[in-house]
């Protein structure tokens, strides 16, 4: 997903306690440099931050980045001259989402709600098919004995 021009992630949400994969195709890849470093941090104070060269391939520069229990994301890249992309000077900043609330059921597994919303509707298909069944062994019987007469305007 490319949610900045030129930096892409692996995943649609950035989620907290997560690992995304980062790819940069921004001006230091199109100017062919050999070695680009990402400096990041978290949150507004750029907490617990790090210095790590990204892998060039012909997609880009990669890197894959452990999201910690922050609220931001925040990054710039440099390169091999010390020449800075820091977004002109606003860095890169990216909201982390709060991991999905999940469900606690009787067996003390945690289900998440897109688990529930899936047991929903097998329940529904399960009582779909049982009625079905039901008729089936209700009518079926009646239909090829001939005992079964259809209600008709006269029979009322």
Not at 46 to 71: P, R
Request: with cysteine; charged share 30%; net charge neutral.
């Amino acid at each position: 997903m490319e949610l900045v021009k030129n930096i892409f992630f692996n995943t649609d949400k950035l989620i907290e306690n997560s690992r995304v994969k980062i790819s940069y195709t921004g001006k230091f890849f199109q100017d062919n440099s050999q070695e680009v470093t990402i400096h990041y941090g978290f949150g507004n104070n750029w907490e617990n931050l790090h210095d790590e060269k990204m892998v060039k391939t012909e997609l880009g520069f990669q890197i894959e980045v452990d999201l910690g229990e922050f609220e931001t994301f925040n990054f710039c890249f440099c390169n091999e001259k010390n020449e800075w992309d820091n977004n002109d000077g606003s860095n890169y900043s990216f909201l982390i989402e709060k991991k999905p609330v999940e469900l606690i059921t009787l067996d003390d597994e945690p289900v998440s709600l897109g688990s529930a919303r899936k047991l929903r509707k097998t329940y529904i298909w399960s009582k779909k098919i049982r009625l079905a069944v039901y008729k089936i062994i209700t009518y079926l019987p009646k239909i090829i004995s001939g005992n079964y007469k259809r209600k008709t305007a006269t029979n009322k």
